[in-house]
């Protein structure tokens, strides 16, 4: 599937917040397991692999399929199933997100369903390891489990370069006490530990945080049943998008809705931000968007917009 395909499929998700998301399901020996189809650029055959010395043992090597070398991850290996005994039939998921181009190597792709945030649970911590778990959500889809990975996770495994950096606060000199409150909704046990430590160290300490949309606003609709000004209690937003319940985008759209709310600078902190992302943001009316990596460019973000 080439990459215009796949962005014709996005090309609904691009038309409002309607807190639905395509996921692409494949396997690993007889387990499901999904990623959003926002992170896929395009899906080719199995092909001939360079590999690389001193590597991470998890990487298969390099290969060129046009104009672009690209690394390949073995992701059944990373996650401990045995290799694939039919490489004949296995795939190559080629992505993009947190500025990176990264191939996954996995067993066999089974096609691409449309789910509801909302129909997709946050998987227990004490089964799917808290900070350390690879799952961001269980969907059931015919009657089968589908677990959707966390590939940003994944990826900063084995190449850290590629996720969220604390020490780029440093670079930031030092910085007085904010107490302005701030929302922050983000999924992820580990980036929400990291993002909440960052914004500490930058000055902010006056955090609360949501691990997904719908626990986002519903504390910002307690917010407003107080009669309080509303930036009593919340001055600036910072959300991803991709999170069970409700995602960020419908978040968004919600926040633009309300008469009261609609005020409040929404800053979207993803990985997912592309162009094709950025556009609807825009539509729906966020402040400003940044992808993950950029830790120190969202508190300068946050500086600028923080009411």
Same mark, same amino acid.
């Given at each position: ?7 014709? $499929? ?23 397991? #999904?990623?959003?189809?926002?992170? +896929? ?5 199995? #092909? ?37 005994? &039919? ?18 190597? !996995? ?45 940003? $996770? ?22 007085? +006490? ?24 930058? #000055?902010?300490?006056?955090? &609360? ?14 917010? $407003? ?37 609609? !005020?409040?600078? !929404?800053? !979207? ?10 556009? $609807? ?13 950029? +830790? ?12």
């Amino acid at each position: 599937m080439a990459a215009s395909d796949m962005h014709k $499929k996005n090309e609904i998700l691009l038309e409002s917040g309607t807190n639905e998301l395509e996921v692409m399901e494949f396997t690993i020996g007889d387990r499901h397991f #999904g990623i959003n189809v926002a992170k +896929i650029v395009e899906i080719m055959q199995y #092909g001939p692999v360079t590999p690389m010395p001193n590597s991470n043992p998890f990487v298969e090597g390099i290969f060129k399929p046009r104009d672009k070398i690209m690394t390949v991850i073995d992701l059944g290996s990373y996650m401990g199933f045995p290799a694939s005994d &039919t490489i004949e039939r296995s795939i190559f998921i080629i992505t993009n997100f947190n500025k990176s181009n990264t191939a996954f190597h !996995v067993h066999a792709v089974d096609g691409i369903h449309r789910i509801s945030w909302e129909s997709i649970e946050k998987p227990d911590p004490t089964i799917y390891g808290g900070e350390e778990g690879l799952a961001t959500g269980i969907a059931r889809f015919d009657n089968r489990l589908i677990t959707i990975l966390d590939f940003e $996770k994944i990826l900063a495994d084995i190449s850290p370069d590629t996720g969220i950096q604390i020490e780029d606060v440093k670079t930031l000199g030092k910085r007085s +006490i904010d107490d302005r409150p701030i929302l922050i909704a983000e999924d992820s046990p580990l980036l929400e530990k990291m993002i909440q430590e960052c914004l500490e160290q930058a #000055g902010f300490v006056n955090l &609360t945080m949501c691990t997904n949309g719908k626990e986002a606003w519903d504390l910002l609709q307690k917010y $407003k049943s107080t009669g309080d000004s509303i930036t009593n209690h919340v001055c600036c937003i910072v959300t991803d998008i991709e999170m069970p319940k409700m995602d960020g985008h419908r978040l968004l759209k919600c926040i633009r809705e309300d008469d009261v709310l609609k !005020v409040l600078p !929404v800053i !979207v902190f993803s990985s997912l931000i592309n162009e094709e992302m950025k556009i $609807k943001g825009n539509m729906l009316g966020a402040t400003a968007q940044i992808t993950k990596p950029e +830790i120190a460019n969202l508190i300068n973000l946050i500086d600028k917009h923080i009411l």
